[in-house]
C-alpha cells in the first residue's frame, strides 16, 4: 500500500467516525428534544408512587424490617430496666 492511499484510508476511517458522531448527536437531540419522549422535558413530570417503593423495598429486604423491630423492643427492654 503506497503512502497516498494509506492517507486517504485514515482520512476515510475519521470521516466514517466523525459522521457516526454526527448521527448519534442528531438522534441525541431528537429524544432529549420531544416532549414526553423517553429522555426529554415532560419524562421529568412524572410521578412516582412512593407505597410501590416501600412495598418493593420491604419485600426485596425483610431483615431490614426484623432490625427496626428489635431496636424497638431493645429499647422498651432498656427504658424498663431503667425504670425499676
Known amino acids: 500500500m503506497s503512502g497516498a492511499s494509506r492517507k486517504w484510508a485514515q482520512w476515510a476511517v475519521v ?21 414526553g419522549g423517553p429522555i426529554g422535558p ?7 408512587d412512593p407505597q410501590i417503593v416501600e412495598d418493593r423495598t420491604s419485600s426485596a ?11 424497638a423492643r431493645l429499647d ?5 430496666t431503667a425504670t425499676s
Open 15 to 35: 470521516a466514517g467516525i466523525a459522521a457516526a458522531c454526527a448521527v448519534a448527536l442528531v438522534g441525541i437531540k431528537t429524544l432529549m428534544g420531544t416532549p
Open 61 to 71: 429486604s425483610p431483615e431490614a424490617s426484623w432490625i427496626a423491630i428489635s431496636r
Open 76 to 80: 422498651e427492654m432498656e427504658q424498663s
Open 42 to 48: 415532560g419524562a421529568a413530570q412524572q410521578t412516582l
